[in-house]
C-alpha cells in the first residue's frame, strides 16, 4: 500500500472521528435544548394551572358565601315563622290554663 493510500485512510479516519464528535456535540446540544423547552412548556402549564384553580377558587368561596347568605335568610324565615307559631300556640295554651283554673 502507497504511502498516499495510507495517508488518505489516516486523513478519512480523522474526519470520520471529527464528525462522529460534531454528530455528539450536536445531539447532546439538541437534547439540552428539548430538555430546556419542556421544562419551560412544564412550568408554563403549571403557571397556567396555578392561575385557573385561583380563578375557580374565588369562584367556588362566591358561590359558597352567596348560598350561605340565601340559607341564613330561608333559616331566618323560618325561625320567624316558628316563633310566631309558637306565640299562638303559648296564647291558646295560656288561654286553656286560664279555663281550666276557672273552670275549676
Known sequence: MSFEAIKGISDAEVLGKAKVAEAEAKARQ???????????????????????????????????????AALDGEMLAEADRLRRAAELKLEDAAALVVERIVGS
Open 30 to 68: 439538541m437534547l439540552a435544548d428539548a430538555d430546556s423547552a419542556g421544562k419551560a412548556a412544564v412550568d408554563a402549564a403549571k403557571s397556567r394551572a396555578d392561575s385557573e384553580l385561583k380563578v375557580l377558587r374565588e369562584k367556588a368561596e362566591k358561590q359558597t358565601a352567596e348560598k350561605t
